[in-house]
């Protein structure tokens, strides 16, 4: 490549873009083989949300995607949406909306450069080796033209890494912190050994909820790959439905979303079922990156004591061990995880607002937030459920 003028260009389709350019930006570590580090920004699973409808016409979440070129070769790609709400992002604006709107602006369209419905940290400016301090700067600076030219009022890059928050806000972005509940492989070699690690009375209540757990009267599954066959995503399709319904109201994804990952990422793919006489009735869905294992989805047809826990939490951390994972990530939000050997950890965003006034009044509110949020992961962290000597070693 030669270091030629950087070009940015928008694409209302991964069509328009070769996944082979796509993936040596957003995964180049899979070059020398094995898991991507970040599935999600694979252009698979991008790709998946595209073609089954999850994303594009009607659905709030309209293609943007950015490419950065020199001359014929991609160096830069990013995850970029035009937004006409605030669904399925997991950081919320919606007061933001609410106050620029009473203020007699117009908040939406807005632009999110993020993982569509997937509160999960990763890269979002996404570039090759080498190419990593241009590229980056090249798609904050493209995103920001593309938003200013189109009189939109912000954008937002959700869920990125902490490397992304300090260098966009070098670049004049605000930046903003929230908490997830992320579970850390210590080296254990077993479950056993993980809770060795808790105190007394965390490790009898861990014993007793998985006892309740596993008396529902069926067996626990682990599939991933060939072991997933039709009637499995027909049983993950009426999980979904059932939970989508209650948080969401409608679903976010389509059922061809599954019938596209059973074609193309099902070696991505851990499914965790409960079954009985060959049925399942509950079941929590994930994917398998490099070193960490996301659960994303979970759902039932039959509610039992604890069985929740069991298979999203307690099964998750179990298959990590085995497997030589360092980390579960188990979603958005949920103090109730602290007590599963769960800690706080900080997720990061990038924000861009049109408005002069309207950016100052949300800087100051950022301020006060990421204190509040330290704050708060100093506190949750000393009440973890971990023995003494195993807090301080964390701390």
């Known amino acids: 490549m030669d270091g030629g003028q950087i070009e940015i260009e928008l694409h209302g389709s991964l069509a328009s873009i070769a996944a082979s350019d796509w993936d040596a930006c957003a995964n180049p570590e899979t070059a020398v083989g094995g898991r991507p580090v970040d599935p999600f920004t694979t252009y698979r699973f991008l790709k998946a949300l595209e073609a089954s409808g999850s994303v594009g016409p009607g659905t709030g979440w309209q293609p943007r995607y950015l490419t950065a070129r020199?001359?014929?070769?991609?160096?830069?790609?990013?995850?970029?949406?035009?937004?006409?709400?605030?669904?399925?992002?997991y950081m919320f604006d919606h007061n933001w909306a609410h106050a620029y709107e009473q203020a007699g602006g117009r908040y939406y369209p807005k632009l999110q450069m993020a993982v569509p419905f997937t509160p999960v940290t990763g890269?979002?400016?996404?570039?090759?080796?080498?190419?990593?301090?241009?590229?980056?700067?090249?798609l904050v600076q493209g995103a920001v033209q593309v938003a200013a030219d189109n009189e939109v009022s912000s954008l937002h890059v959700t869920f990125c890494a902490g490397a992304e928050a300090?260098?966009?806000?070098?670049?004049?972005?605000?930046?903003?912190?929230?908490?997830?509940?992320?579970?850390?492989?210590?080296?254990?070699?077993?479950?056993?050994?993980?809770?060795?690690?808790?105190?007394?009375?965390?490790?009898?209540?861990?014993?007793?909820?998985?006892e309740?757990?596993?008396?529902?009267g069926g067996y626990i599954d682990c599939l991933t790959g060939d072991d997933i066959r039709a009637e499995h995503w027909d049983a993950m399709w009426r999980f979904y439905q059932d939970t989508g319904a209650r948080k969401w109201g409608t679903p976010y994804l389509t059922r061809?979303?599954?019938?596209?990952?059973?074609?193309t990422m099902r070696d991505d793919i851990l499914l965790i079922f409960a079954q009985r006489g060959g049925v399942p009735v509950a079941g929590a869905m994930n994917l398998i990156g490099r070193n960490c294992l996301f659960g994303r989805y979970w759902g039932c047809v039959e509610d039992h004591p604890c069985l929740h826990f069991e298979l999203c939490y307690y099964q998750a951390m179990d298959w990590a061990?085995?497997?030589g994972l360092g980390r579960v990530e188990a979603g958005a939000q949920g103090e109730h995880k602290l007590a599963r050997g769960y800690l706080p950890v900080e997720t990061h965003s990038l924000h861009w607002i049109g408005d002069a006034g309207f950016a100052d009044?949300?800087?100051?509110?950022?301020?006060?937030?990421?204190?509040?949020?330290?704050e708060e992961i100093e506190v949750m962290t000393a009440w973890g459920p971990f023995r003494k000597e195993h807090r301080e070693e964390q701390q």
């Open 70 to 89: 020199v001359g014929q070769d991609v160096i830069a790609v990013a995850p970029l949406y035009a937004k006409s709400h605030s669904q399925g992002e």
């Open 123 to 138: 890269r979002r400016l996404l570039a090759r080796p080498g190419f990593e301090g241009a590229g980056m700067s090249a």
């Open 166 to 210: 300090e260098a966009g806000e070098a670049m004049g972005l605000m930046r903003r912190t929230g908490q997830q509940y992320h579970w850390e492989n210590r080296g254990y070699n077993s479950f056993a050994e993980f809770m060795a690690s808790l105190s007394s009375r965390k490790r009898k209540n861990m014993r007793k909820e998985r």
């Open 212 to 216: 309740r757990a596993q008396a529902f």
């Open 256 to 263: 061809g979303f599954f019938e596209i990952a059973h074609e």
């Open 321 to 323: 061990i085995a497997h």
């Open 361 to 374: 009044a949300i800087a100051r509110y950022l301020d006060a937030e990421r204190r509040a949020v330290s």
